[in-house]
């Protein structure tokens, strides 16, 4: 079955600290692999996405996220977080640029002073 | 990238009754996407809506509880029919452009 799953449902990190937000999906074909960041009382924005090539991909506002296939993992970093960082964090995962999207069930990160 | 409007950006509503909820994208589109977010949960699609076509449902979805319509290119409506509490939910539209999907900012329904 498809999916995608977010084992931290909420995360605190302090100003400053890094960050590491876990994602493992569950996928039959070759995925495309997509983070997204919701903010209280806006849309979905996307931060960045994974299709193929370098598996190292860099997104907006310092995100970067690693394609491990060997551990069916897509976990997003950034090396130092600030307090407009705190939302809510979804990863998601489709079979073509275009496809419907399966989305994970999100991490809320909160970032304490 | 493209901008997506919704309308109402929330409501809250009786059991029993319906709720349309429209969404306007700033360009012509081929697809465009309503997805579900329940309280503390995942999006979920709910359906994809070609203009010109009958709406695809995604299992456990059907049109006579969420009717979609496509009347052109731009813009697509949603209606959550007899609603009872469980329907309470962020529903929002999303549609692509090149290799990206973009999502409105979302409709915060509430049954009570």
């Known amino acids: 079955a498809q999916s995608v799953t977010q084992p931290d449902i909420h995360i605190t990190v302090s100003e400053g600290a890094s960050l590491e937000l876990r994602c493992n999906y569950s996928y039959g074909a070759t995925p495309y692999l997509f983070w997204y960041v919701q903010s209280p009382g806006q849309g979905l924005q996307l931060l960045l996405k994974y299709f193929s090539g370098d598996t190292l991909v860099q997104g907006i506002k310092g995100f970067e996220a690693e394609f491990k296939r060997s551990q069916s993992s897509f976990n997003l970093r950034k090396p130092s977080v600030h307090w407009s960082d705190a939302a809510e964090y979804f990863c998601?995962?489709?079979?073509?640029?275009?496809?419907?999207?399966?989305f994970g069930t999100g991490t809320l990160l909160a970032v304490q002073p | 990238s493209a901008v997506i409007s919704q309308k109402p950006s929330r409501d809250i509503c009786q059991r029993g009754t319906s709720l349309t909820i429209q969404c306007q994208v700033d360009?012509?589109?081929?697809?465009m996407f309503w997805y579900r977010q329940q309280p503390g949960q995942s999006l979920t699609l709910i359906a994809t809506a070609n203009q010109g076509s009958e709406a695809t449902y995604e299992s456990g979805f059907v049109i006579d509880k969420f009717p979609i319509s496509r009347p052109n290119l731009t813009f697509s409506t949603l209606t959550v029919s007899n609603m009872s509490p469980e329907d309470s939910s962020i529903y929002l539209c999303?549609?692509?452009?090149?290799?990206?999907?973009?999502f409105g900012p979302g409709t915060r329904l509430t049954v009570l």
């Open positions: 999303s549609t692509t452009r090149g290799d990206e999907q973009f």
């Open positions: 998601a995962v489709g079979g073509g640029a275009t496809n419907k999207l399966i």
């Open positions: 360009s012509q589109v081929t697809m």
